[in-house]
């Protein structure tokens, strides 16, 4: 029993000494690897390594969808202009119409101001991607 008793111990003692070898060891060893290295590990090849700039994941999406609005802006405006061309002289349809372009326009121009808005913000926090801030 004795001898069960010490060979448990010594077994912990090594087992313990060695993990603290292990969790104790100088960060030169096998753990200098940093957060940054780790989720650089993870981004794919193809990936932007930034949010912002000319390059940045944000101008990508922001471009993205300016140009799906614009394009759905200009359909609009054409189905607009085809209901007003068929109205017949219809007082309604040539009303639905006309708000169907001024709908498509004013939508358009509510674009063009919420890309102004990003590029300003995003040039104002981030330096030397232009749009705004101050540089004192």
Do not use: C, E, H
């Not at 063009?112 to 926090?125: L, Q």
């Amino acid at each position: 029993m004795k001898r069960k008793t010490i060979a448990y111990i010594t077994t912990l003692a090594l087992a313990a000494t060695s993990l603290a070898s292990i969790i104790l060891a100088p960060s030169s060893l096998a753990f200098s690897l940093s957060i940054k290295d780790g989720a650089n590990s993870a981004r794919g090849a193809d990936q932007a390594t930034n949010l912002f700039g000319n390059a940045g994941i944000f101008t990508t999406i922001t471009n993205v969808m300016l140009f799906v609005v614009g394009a759905i802006s200009v359909i609009m405006v054409v189905v607009g202009g085809l209901r007003y061309v068929v109205s017949g002289g219809n007082s309604s349809n040539i009303t639905t119409a006309k708000n169907t372009i001024l709908y498509a326009i004013v939508g358009l121009i509510i674009a063009i101001m919420a890309y102004a808005v990003i590029n300003f913000v995003i040039g104002s926090f981030v330096p030397g991607v232009g749009g705004g801030g101050t540089n004192v």
